[in-house]
Every structure is written in C-alpha cells, then in structure tokens.
C-alpha cells in the first residue's frame, strides 16, 4: 500500500523514530479538544439550561395547580418530580454532545489526522470516552444538584419540598449526574457507528426519546414488562426516590441502561477498527 493510500485511510504506520504517544498523553489531547471546541460549551450550557429551567418551571407548575389535584395526584408528587420530568427533555441534548465529540472530527476530516497520530485506536477512543464522560459527569451532578435544590425553593411555598437526607432523595439527585454521564457515552457509540451528525443524533433521538414513548403505548401485561426495560425508561429509574410500580429498582434499572450503553460502545470499537477513517 502506498503511503498515500495509507494516510487517506487514517491508519498510516507511526514514524519509529517518535516515541509512542501514552495513554496520558492522548487523554491530555482529548481534553484540549473538548475544552477548545465552541460546540461543546454551547451544547452543555444549552442542556444544562434547559434541565435547570424545565425543573424550575414543573416546580412553579407544580405548586400552580397543587390545590387543584387529587389526594391521589398530591400523593405522587415527590422532591425530586420535577427534575425527573425536566430530565427527560435535557437528556437527548447531553447525546448531542456524545454526538459532536466525534462526528465533528469526521466532519472536518480531523479523524485521518488523529488516528495518524494515535495509531492504537482502542486507547484514541477510551481516551475520548473517559474525557467525555468525566466532563459530563461533573457537569451532570451540579446541574442535578442545583435543579433540585432550585426546585424545592419553589415547592417549599406549598409545603410540599422535601431535603437530601428523605429516603431516595440523594441516590436519585447524585444519580441524575450518571445517569447523564452514560447517555453521553451511549451517544458518542453511535456517533463513531453512523458517523454522519444529523443521522447519529436522530438515533439517539430516537433511542432515548421516541421509544420511551412508544413504550408507554404497548398494551397488556407484555407491553408494560418491556416498557420498564426500554433505555430511557431503564434510566431514569434512578431518578426514582422510592420505587414504583410499572418502573425498575433505581440501580437494577440504571445497570440495565449502563449494559445498554456497554453494548452500543463496544459495537461501536468493533466498527472502528473495521473501517478506515
């Protein structure tokens, strides 16, 4: 193969006159990308806005209607309710960053010159996965924290606010930041899978959005088992303070979403190795 061929492929030999770049060195690379590139501030505020905002606004909803509602309605309404509706609507931006992280690089045409420089592509790509998900993971747990505690300052007109020492509350608040850490992940698989922006966000659209949806429509006893088992819905079990009916454990069902995420990912390293750049 020509040297030529090579490069255009993406995976053209390392100058054996270089040092081989280490692990820590490669995680220092994906760090300055994701900190550098303008798409990634804007989609984490963007997600981080909406999730404190739609908590924010639910509460205010909440308490709006609150004398309105049946003993039966007041009952299921918990601490952490609103947060746990403003995520569903936040989650798929924080795939958009999943996203992003590695189909800009396709895009651009950045990948050829990355892989060039890091051969070994399992560690180019744990070394994404690990700087990706430690960035949302911090940014995931302020962000759940404060729009919990946003959210009971307003609940707390009616009376009806709880703390983090309530049974649940704080795995279901701490768990909020995974939770997005794993959606991330999940997305940048399918990101390195489809490799085209608009194609990998409608799977991930799809994937957390559509089918928690489509979920709720299934009928019968069937319906309602494979329900709990759909990713979005496995999830966000453990947004959950106490368990309910119709929903998985809290950890059984964020286990099942980080399988859920295992697989996309290693689907994903399969491809990647498979392929040129």
């Given at each position: ?84 509706i ?13 996203v ?61 606010s709880?703390?983090?020492g ?20 999940m ?14 966000v ?26 709990k ?12 303070p ?36």
């Amino acid at each position: 193969m020509s040297t030529a061929t090579t490069a255009t492929a993406g995976t053209a030999e390392p100058d054996p006159g270089r040092p081989r770049a280490s692990f820590a060195d490669v995680l220092r690379s994906e760090w300055t990308k994701i900190i550098t590139v303008p798409s990634t501030f804007w989609t984490l505020l963007a997600g981080s806005l909406v999730v404190i905002g739609f908590s924010v606004l639910w509460a205010f909803a909440f308490t709006s209607t609150y004398d309105q509602l049946s003993p039966d309605a007041r009952a299921d309404v918990a601490p952490t309710s609103p947060m746990q509706i403003a995520f569903y609507f936040g989650m798929v931006i924080f795939g958009v960053l999943g996203v992003l992280v590695v189909t800009a690089e396709y895009t651009t045409g950045m990948m050829r010159t990355s892989l060039t420089a890091v051969p070994r592509r399992p560690v180019y790509l744990a070394a994404k996965a690990l700087v990706l998900g430690g960035v949302v993971l911090v940014v995931g747990e302020a962000v759940s924290f404060l729009s919990f505690f946003l959210s009971q300052a307003v609940l707390a007109t009616k009376d009806i606010s709880g703390s983090l020492g309530d049974p649940g509350v704080l795995r279901a608040v701490a768990g909020g930041g995974v939770y997005l850490a794993l959606i991330a992940l999940m997305a940048l698989g399918i990101g390195v899978i489809v490799r085209h922006t608009a194609g990998a966000v409608v799977v991930v659209f799809i994937v957390l959005f559509v089918l928690g949806i489509v979920g709720g429509f299934l009928p019968g006893q069937w319906g309602e088992t494979v329900a709990k088992y759909l990713p979005s819905n496995a999830g966000s079990a453990i947004l959950v303070p106490v368990e309910q009916s119709g929903v998985l454990p809290p950890w059984q069902g964020l286990a099942v979403f980080a399988l859920y995420t295992a697989v996309v990912c290693a689907a994903a390293l399969a491809v990647f190795q498979s392929r040129d750049a």
